[in-house]
């Protein structure tokens, strides 16, 4: 039979009932395109080996699926950790398996349900208990919001001011948001009193809507549903396995009190089954919504399965009798675990296809053969064929896949190269074409179901094609015979390439300076000064009420400023250390102090200018475009660059394309993955015959660079050296010479490279690592540099957006702001400071050859720590590094860490920055609730650098009671956000401060304290501009006085930050689009806004048109009037114009004198109307109808 004909049967077998089918010789892909074909019939259950396994098929299934398809597939998933375990399971993990057994209780359709043997046997609370959690939402329906919120926070739920994370709610007035894991983004509830009157889809990342919906059902976010009736049942059972396990009456009585006030506590997940009567295993869960007959099972392997099985059950049995050993609170085996025996009893009386990868003697009679090859083979010969490429003369490197191209082609097969991102594309297509190979562009994403869907793709006499394949190109390829086809990923050309977490791209900038302003921080005005902002103040003027910041000066004077003018102030920030002093109300000491500043930024914005003007003068040959060895060694990086490293890099390679010296500034944070930028970057350079240097400020950091350059160079004909400090004499005396003679490629060093007898044969670009970190002398010698060689800066600090506008056409800048997203994939753990949990995770590292950060904080205590960690570990080589040991001390004990000869460092928070060890994926911090939110991020990404699963724990005191309030509500943010990203918005913004430090220089660091981080970064941006030629008018910020409440009321917006951000956000937008905009987001968050929020934005855009005319406010007023009368009076209006003013006075005096009885310019420069009654009555009385119309007159008199 052929290959189309067996596959036909099989599919065919698969879709009958009752089905039992064996099928071998399944390889690579094709494994997903048959059960995706397959699901088409009726529903399937894949159950695979292991996670690994799971990860890799999810994606393949993907790949088939398509952007239309992927609700249909869901997973159940389960980490490594068993219940006796002392770790709490990754949350984010937990959120995702409750989301799809709800899903599977409430009966929803799916087409491929994937798990794994863990899923397979683990027992799960009960179908009835995620019935009654459900949550059903539909537009038109009363909603009781307390019940609501009963109901979410007994689910797992978390309550925050604003939804950004899976497993949160928020409640604003008539909107509640909440993010369940089941769906794709959050929800968002928007009520008329108790009717929901409203229901959407919204994005965390900006707070906007994406999709409105009829009705939504959702499911609790944990799998202990802390209700009372489970919370008290689970007093009672705790109490009964108490006594049976003879656990600690102290230890017991802790979690008793949490759970009587209903607290969820560390490790609650290891007691899961006292919360319900029983458990009910994977089949049971199954069986109350899809009957068996309706099913489809898909045994991966099956024998493999079985064993895991076996093994999993003797290690429960294992980790059981270590667990009763201490007493500790554990569940026997069999109340977690459904047993299988063997392979018959799992697919016994199912329908079932088991998918073998080869024959033997106990293959069934009615195996199918499928002959389908795997294409990871071609990974392997270009790897080969490219040590060989060089010396044999050839000019591709792609050889072996032009070969198997060709083959195919002879066979009259398609070829289909996808690729998870345009840029894959276009390296595809140059690469095979410089090869000779004709490449065309996917117009549509093949649908790669049948030959007929396929034909289109034969027209013409083109054979392989290319496209971005969405939502993600397959994580393996594979031949289908039947379909006449291969499937080529780059991963089977260049290597795994990870997609790394889902990318939403960077925040858009939700969050304002002023959002997390609160009463007592220091603020700068631009006209009056440092003083410190003490609230908020709703104040009745002219009888209406508006919001005022109430502002304290020197003295206690209070200065009032109204919210549409709230862009007149910054909040002050400046560099650590640095206390304000606050200025006088009225005085003068405060423009003396601006002028200051103001002439120091000149100088410094004139000394900028005059080495861009000498840089532009400066020609060399430019390098060469890249070519098949560049995108060769491009796709040999392991991940899909983010969207901002993949601009750095064009930047870099146009730089060098160009006949001008690079000198290009890359900032980011640690493992943004500005090191790969410079890493191509020194690739342009070699293939250019050209040597690359690289300069770090310390021998730790050089080390570093010279591993890490060794490493991701060692497969392409590129030598790379170090020289420090750390070689013999002799050693670098070579180094040298080799340099000298061309030899090396790439030297990496301290400033001893930048010594008088470094000499290079023929340099063309130097690498400076965190030059603000060098002497004074070896910046002199870089400042002579910069006129010969390209110069490519990193550093390792973002630069704040402000300071950007200063510096850009002054500087080249590229900027990565978005972290990796991978960086979720660090598993957190709040953990209990326990000696097993300690011994178990640091010996799961180093068992795989890893490294280990421990972070106690205690310079006192460390080495009492280290001498403990000795007894405990003593397999392990245990180092200590602190800030108050010897410089040369401390060098040598990170040298160590870094080239393997510790793999246990402990070590205060001096690891922070500067350190990247990629084999050091576990790290300790021991006291964790003593540390701020931000150096905790900042320390957890000194791991995770690699593709090995990265594990953070962060250890506690034994009793929880003991922490502080604040304490204990910091250990609740970091449980909630496992991944430490969204909770930590302050990181970014120390880091940007740091960041600014850095590039302005210690020099400015004084007149940034004088006025305020963001005053300064103004002034240099207007000094710049000054200086480049650029008209700079200032034009003044009008003053809209009307007697109309203008404002956020507090009983719409609560939190005060928020109302805060909100009113920066208006008064900064640029123009009436995005006051527009600012609306829609306010609208979407709070509800419908109310008269004083439309009002608000009506001056606001009222500002806007002032600002076009240059006039300097505007007002109005009624005459005195009966109170009691149906309408006032007309109004008066003044339009405040100034000497700025664009209104032309020959216009304007004739239109004055048209009207002179309504109309009047006084020579204050101020133009008075007093509309008749007719006008007043055609606009209905409204004075905000009556000013625009007047404003809309005004206007046509430019």
């Keep these: 039979m052929t290959a189309g004909s067996n596959f036909k049967e099989l599919k065919a077998n698969a879709a009958s009932s009752p089905c039992a089918q064996t099928a071998v010789g399944l390889e690579g892909l094709a494994k997903a395109h048959l059960v995706w ?102 537009e038109g329906e009363e909603i009781d919001r307390d019940e609501l919120t009963q109901t979410l926070v007994a689910g797992g739920y978390t309550q925050v001011s604003l939804v950004e994370d899976v497993g949160t709610f928020a409640i604003r007035g008539s909107i509640i948001d909440i993010f369940w894991a089941g769906l794709p983004y959050p929800i968002r509830l928007d009520l008329f009193g108790d009717e929901l009157e409203r229901l959407t889809l919204f994005s965390p990342d900006n707070q906007r809507t994406i999709e409105k ?42 979690k008793i009190h949490d759970l009587e006030n209903r607290l969820p506590f560390f490790g609650a997940e290891r007691l899961l089954p006292a919360f319900y009567p029983k458990l009910e295993n994977t089949f049971e869960i199954l069986a109350h919504n899809y009957p068996s007959e309706d099913l489809l099972w898909v045994f991966d392997d099956p024998d493999t399965i079985v064993d895991t099985l076996h093994n999993r059950t003797s290690f429960y049995d294992s980790l059981y009798g270590e667990n009763l050993t201490r007493n500790d609170l554990v569940f026997a085996p069999e109340v977690w675990l459904h047993p299988l025996s063997d392979v018959q009893e799992m697919v016994n009386g199912r329908n079932h296809v088991l998918l073998k990868s080869w024959t033997t003697e106990n293959t069934e009679n009615n195996a199918i053969a499928l002959k389908t090859k795997a294409t990871a083979d071609i990974r392997q010969e270009i790897m080969l064929h490219s040590t060989q490429t060089e010396e044999a003369g050839q000019k591709s490197i792609l050889t072996p896949l032009v070969k198997r191209i060709q083959k195919a082609k002879q066979n009259g097969e398609l070829i289909f ?71 080529i990923p780059e991963a089977d050309i260049f290597g795994k390439r990870t997609r790394r977490g889902t990318h939403t791209g960077k925040k858009q900038g939700f969050k304002t300076t002023l959002s997390d302003l609160e009463p007592g921080d220091f603020v700068v005005h631009i006209d009056h000064g440092v003083g410190v902002f003490d609230g908020l103040t709703r104040l009745n003027v002219r009888g209406a009420e508006q919001d005022y910041l109430q502002l304290k000066y020197l003295g206690d004077d209070t200065f009032f400023l109204p919210v549409h003018r709230i862009n007149q102030i910054q909040k002050y920030t400046v560099f650590k250390g640095k206390e304000p002093k606050l200025d006088k109300l009225g005085g003068t000491a405060w423009q003396s102090k601006k002028k200051k500043v103001k002439q120091a930024v000149v100088a410094m914005a004139q000394d900028l200018l005059a080495l861009y003007a000498k840089r532009e003068l400066i020609k060399r040959p430019p390098f060469a475009a890249p070519e098949q060895h560049y995108y060769a060694f491009e796709s040999a990086f392991a991940f899909v660059p983010t969207p901002d490293q993949a601009k750095a890099t064009e930047e870099v390679l146009k730089d060098m ?86 030899k090396v490629d790439i030297l990496v060093g301290t ?21 603000q970190r060098f002497g004074v002398k070896a910046k002199e010698k870089l400042k002579r540099l910069r006129a010969q060689v390209d110069i490519l800066v990193m550093s390792a600090t973002p630069i704040p957006r402000t300071l950007q506008m200063g510096f850009f056409g002054v500087r080249d800048l590229s900027l990565i702001e978005t972290p990796p997203p991978d960086r979720r994939a660090i598993r957190t753990s709040i953990v209990q400071f326990d000696d097993d949990v300690i011994r178990e995770a640091v010996m799961r590292e180093l068992n795989r050859n890893g490294q280990v950060f421990f972070v106690h904080n205690r310079v006192r205590s460390i080495y009492t720590t280290a001498d403990y960690l000795k ?29 393997h000869e510790i793999n246990i460092l402990i070590c205060t928070t001096i690891i922070e920055t500067g350190i990247d060890v ?56 970091l449980n909630r956000f496992s991944d430490l990203g969204a909770g930590f918005k302050v990181a970014q913004h120390d880091l940007e401060l740091r960041g600014a430090g850095d590039l302005l220089g210690r020099n400015q660091h004084g007149h940034v304290a004088s006025v305020g981080y963001d005053l300064y970064a103004e002034l240099l941006k207007e000094a710049v501009e000054d200086l480049k030629g650029k008209v ?107 000497n700025q003013a664009k209104l032309n006075p020959a216009t304007t005096l004739d239109w004055v004198q048209e009207k002179a009885s309504e109309r009047k310019l006084t020579p204050q420069m101020k133009l008075v109307i007093a509309p008749d009654k007719a006008l007043w009555e055609k606009h209905q009385y409204n004075l905000l109808t009556m000013v625009r119309h007047q404003m809309d007159v005004v206007e046509t008199l430019v």
């Design 213 to 254: 919906r009829q009705e939504i059902q959702i499911g609790p976010a944990r799998e202990i549903m802390m209700t009372d009736a489970h919370c008290k049942l689970a007093i009672q059972q705790l109490r009964d396995l108490a006594d049976e396990v003879e656990h600690p009456t102290k230890k017991l009585r802790e």
């Design 871 to 899: 007894q405990l570990l003593p397999e392990a080589r245990i180092g200590v590094a602190h800030g108050q040991m010897p410089e040369r001390e401390l060098e040598e004990m990170m040298l160590k860490f870094v080239n």
């Design 657 to 742: 394309q160009s006949e001008k010296p690079m000198d290009r500034l890359i900032c980011g944070d640690v493992g943004f993955g500005k090191t790969e930028v410079a890493m191509r970057g020194a690739m342009m350079a070699v293939l250019g015959n050209k040597q690359v240097g690289i300069l770090a400020p310390t021998t730790v950091l050089a080390q570093q660079h010279y591993l890490s350059f060794k490493e991701r160079f060692r497969k392409f004909p590129v030598k790379v050296d170090v020289v420090s400090r750390f070689k013999t004499q002799k050693e670098v005396k070579q180094t040298l010479k080799d340099t000298l003679d061309g």
């Design 918 to 973: 990629p084999s050091a994926n576990t790290m300790f911090i021991d006291h964790a609730e003593d540390f701020g939110l931000s150096q905790l991020y900042q320390l957890r990404g000194r791991i995770g650098r690699s593709q090995a699963r990265a594990f953070c724990y962060l250890m506690i005191p034994g009793k929880t009671t003991q922490l502080t309030p604040i304490a204990r509500k910091r250990l609740e943010v």
């Design 751 to 771: 400033h001893r490279l930048i010594s008088d007898d470094v000499d290079f044969k023929n340099l063309g670009l130097l690498i400076i690592d965190e030059e």
């Design 1032 to 1138: 700079n008018i200032d034009i003044p910020d009008p003053e809209v006085n009307l007697p109309i409440a203008a404002l956020l009321p507090d009983n719409y917006i609560h939190d005060l930050q928020e109302r805060l951000s909100m009113y920066q956000r208006l008064a900064t937008a640029e123009d009436g689009p995005a006051i527009y905009d600012v609306v829609e987001i306010i609208k979407d968050q709070y509800g419908q806004p109310p008269q004083e929020v439309v009002a608000l934005a009506e001056i606001m855009l009222l500002k806007q048109r002032l600002k076009k005319l240059r006039a300097r406010g505007l007002e109005a007023g009624f005459p005195p009037h009966d109170e009691n009368a149906e309408h006032p009076p007309p109004p008066r209006i003044v339009f405040v114009l100034g």
């Design 37 to 138: 074909q397959m699901a088409q019939k009726k529903p399937v259950i894949w159950v695979v080996p292991d996670l690994e396994r799971a990860e890799q098929e999810l994606t393949n299934l993907h790949f088939f699926a398509q952007e239309h398809g992927r609700s249909a597939i869901v997973s159940l998933p389960f980490e490594e950790r068993t219940p006796y375990h002392a770790t709490s399971p990754d949350p984010a993990v937990v959120m995702e398996r409750t989301a799809t057994l709800f899903k599977l209780c409430m009966g929803w359709p799916f087409q491929v349900l994937m798990i794994t043997p863990e899923a397979l046997s683990r027992k799960h609370p009960p179908f009835d208990v995620f019935q009654d959690m459900t949550i059903w939402l539909a």
């Design 417 to 487: 190269l996808p690729s998870l991102t345009l840029g894959g594309v276009h390296r595809y297509k140059e690469m095979l074409q410089e090869a000779g190979v004709h490449v065309s562009l996917c117009q549509e994403q093949p649908v790669m179901d049948s030959n007929e869907r396929l034909s289109a793709f034969r027209k013409g006499g083109a054979t392989v094609w290319t496209y971005v394949a969405k939502p993600t190109a397959p994580a393996q390829g594979g031949h289908f015979p039947h379909l006449g086809c291969w499937v």
